[in-house]
């Protein structure tokens, strides 16, 4: 072994240091990692025994060996097991590479040219290998170290975030990747919510059923990733685990949905989560909510003196008696009269008398153009409780 290669054997002890010290330095889990001297010493080792290894295997044009591959495993088992987070993995194995090719520049002379082009040519298969086998014992030492539904949750948050998913996490939590998803958002009312424990056994008991990603971004708000081939078939799932869950947390919720794909999810989210914002509170969801459900809502938001014009017919509305839950009731079966009274349990005259004591307070018929614009979109706001 001579030429650029003898440089990077013995140089890899000076450079496997530097390497450790920007992990530490960069990474908080490698931090913690490396807060043991042992810990430290037994990465430092891994770190010069890799660089020896490849400046050999380069040097001969050969391959990693299977026992090379089961060291990558092993070494990347340990970072699972400790609980290195699957952002901190793939941060530190790009900053691996580019640490290779910096040593790479700083070890070639210019009569070198032969056996850079040799070790460029090297890296790539072998680094994607030495990858996959440091990403396959790092997903088995998660399993051993972090509960299935943390390990769901990160699957999710990853997606969300727009980043490449791990090899083999999917298949690892038994969960299959789509192109394209239902992001579903389930917002639940009140002052006080669920514990992380109880959080965690929510998604639990879901997981049981639908076995897709699903996380809590907020402590009021479960977001469900639904996989999206038939689009009816996936927003009649999304409505099933939205109701699922209203069920077990017993508390009244309201949703927001939106179809987008991957790598394009937190615009999606973004949206799915201003839908659940608008839509009305209830008990059971009886409707998974998306865009057409409330555009206009979503327009009034940007608006602030149209929304106060709707929050002073609202004030008017509660006048009373039961209007708001009238004119609820008329526009969900499409105004028709005598479905309208069934549902409300009331006389058709009864009903006739709550609509003219609505034209009295706003001036607006409820089964006009005028009145069902404006006052659909006052009901749905209400509901949302948005004026609360």
Same mark, same amino acid.
């Given at each position: 072994?001579?030429?650029?290669?003898?440089?990077?054997?013995?140089?890899?002890?000076?450079?496997?240091?530097?390497?450790?010290?920007?992990?530490?330095?960069?990474?908080?889990?490698?931090?913690?990692?490396?807060?043991?001297?042992?810990?430290?010493?037994?990465?430092?080792?891994?770190?010069?025994?890799?660089?020896?290894?490849?400046?050999?295997?380069?040097?001969? %044009?050969?391959?990693?060996?299977?026992?090379?591959?089961?060291?990558?495993?092993?070494?990347?088992?340990?970072?699972?097991?400790?609980?290195?987070?699957?952002?901190?993995?793939?941060?530190?194995?790009?900053?691996?590479?580019?640490?290779?090719?910096?040593?790479?520049?700083?070890?070639?002379?210019?009569?070198?040219?032969?056996?850079?082009?040799?070790?460029?040519?090297?890296?790539?298969?072998?680094?994607?290998?030495?990858?996959?086998?440091?990403?396959?014992?790092?997903?088995?030492?998660?399993?051993?170290?972090?509960?299935?539904?943390?390990?769901?949750?990160?699957?999710?948050?990853?997606?969300?975030?727009?980043?490449?998913?791990?090899? %083999?996490?999917?298949?690892?939590?038994?969960?299959?990747? !789509?192109?394209?998803?239902?992001? =579903?958002?389930?917002?639940?009312?009140?002052?006080?919510?669920? =514990?992380?424990?109880?959080?965690?056994?929510?998604? /639990?008991?879901?997981?049981?059923?639908?076995?897709?990603?699903?996380?809590?971004?907020?402590?009021?708000?479960?977001?469900?990733?639904?996989?999206? /081939?038939?689009?009816?078939?996936?927003?009649?799932?999304?409505?099933?685990?939205?109701?699922?869950? !209203?069920?077990?947390?017993?508390?009244?919720?309201?949703?927001?949905?939106?179809?987008?794909?991957?790598?394009?999810?937190?615009?999606?989210?973004?949206?799915?989560?201003?839908?659940?914002?608008?839509?009305?509170?209830? =008990?059971?969801?009886?409707?998974?909510?998306?865009?057409?459900?409330?555009?206009?809502?979503?327009?009034?938001?940007?608006?602030?003196? $149209?929304?106060?014009?709707?929050?002073?017919?609202?004030?008017?509305?509660?006048? %009373?008696?039961?209007? $708001?839950?009238?004119?609820?009731?008329?526009?969900?079966?499409?105004?028709?009269?005598?479905?309208?009274?069934?549902?409300?349990?009331?006389?058709?005259?009864?009903?006739?008398?709550?609509?003219?004591?609505?034209?009295?307070?706003?001036?607006?018929?409820?089964?006009?153009?005028?009145?069902?614009?404006?006052?659909?979109?006052?009901?749905?706001?209400?509901?949302?409780?948005?004026?609360?």
């Amino acid at each position: 072994m001579d030429g650029l290669f003898k440089v990077l054997w013995d140089r890899a002890h000076r450079n496997a240091r530097r390497a450790v010290n920007i992990y530490v330095s960069e990474l908080p889990d490698f931090r913690s990692a490396a807060e043991d001297a042992r810990a430290r010493a037994a990465m430092l080792d891994f770190a010069v025994l890799l660089r020896r290894r490849k400046a050999v295997l380069a040097a001969e %044009g050969a391959p990693f060996t299977d026992q090379d591959l089961a060291m990558l495993t092993a070494f990347g088992e340990e970072r699972g097991t400790q609980g290195v987070s699957l952002g901190a993995r793939r941060r530190v194995l790009d900053l691996h590479d580019v640490l290779t090719l910096r040593e790479i520049h700083e070890a070639a002379g210019l009569d070198a040219v032969d056996h850079v082009a040799e070790m460029i040519g090297w890296l790539p298969m072998n680094a994607l290998a030495g990858h996959n086998a440091y990403n396959q014992g790092f997903l088995n030492g998660q399993k051993r170290s972090l509960p299935l539904v943390k390990r769901v949750q990160d699957l999710a948050c990853t997606l969300l975030a727009d980043i490449s998913v791990m090899p %083999g996490l999917a298949d690892s939590l038994n969960v299959k990747l !789509a192109d394209r998803y239902v992001i =579903t958002v389930v917002r639940m009312s009140g002052a006080s919510f669920p =514990t992380h424990q109880r959080r965690e056994e929510i998604i /639990g008991a879901l997981l049981k059923r639908y076995q897709v990603p699903m996380t809590w971004r907020e402590p009021d708000e479960l977001v469900a990733l639904l996989p999206c /081939g038939d689009t009816e078939t996936a927003e009649e799932r999304a409505l099933d685990l939205v109701r699922d869950f !209203a069920r077990t947390v017993g508390r009244p919720c309201a949703t927001g949905a939106a179809i987008g794909r991957i790598h394009a999810l937190a615009d999606t989210v973004a949206l799915a989560r201003r839908i659940s914002r608008e839509a009305p509170v209830e =008990t059971v969801p009886r409707h998974l909510r998306t865009m057409a459900d409330v555009f206009v809502e979503l327009g009034v938001t940007q608006l602030p003196q $149209v929304d106060e014009w709707l929050r002073s017919i609202a004030q008017r509305l509660a006048g %009373g008696p039961d209007l $708001v839950s009238t004119l609820d009731a008329y526009y969900r079966h499409d105004m028709n009269r005598l479905n309208t009274a069934g549902s409300l349990r009331i006389h058709p005259r009864t009903l006739d008398y709550r609509f003219r004591r609505i034209r009295e307070l706003v001036g607006m018929n409820p089964g006009s153009l005028q009145g069902v614009r404006v006052l659909s979109a006052v009901v749905a706001r209400v509901l949302a409780g948005r004026w609360s």
